[in-house]
């Protein structure tokens, strides 16, 4: 989970230092990537998001759903999406796994 984490980190930056010198852009970036994290990340231990991928994965249907969905997937389940709504998710994101 250590590695999903920096990898995050590493893809903000990623975004970022391509936008770096746009005034409108990389604050919107930088906005953005804290909305996100602090909505879905802020008290989410890597330990709570490995038992929910645990969790997320028990069920066949879900194995060909790729880590960053399975993680997004598992984040707004934590958050408290409501479940009609995350069941509407994972189905799609069944649908479009490779």
Known sequence: MVGFFDGMDLGRQFTLWKNIDDKD???KIIESFRFYNDKFF???????L??????????YRNRK?????????????????????????????RKNAD
Do not use: S
């Open 25 to 27: 852009c990389a604050p």
């Open 42 to 48: 802020k008290d989410v231990t890597n330990a709570q």
């Open 50 to 59: 490995a038992d929910g991928l645990d969790v997320f994965y028990k069920d």
């Open 65 to 93: 759903i790729r880590i960053h969905d399975a993680v997004w997937l598992t984040v707004n389940a934590i958050a408290g999406t409501p479940q009609a709504d995350l069941d509407k998710m994972i189905e799609n994101f």
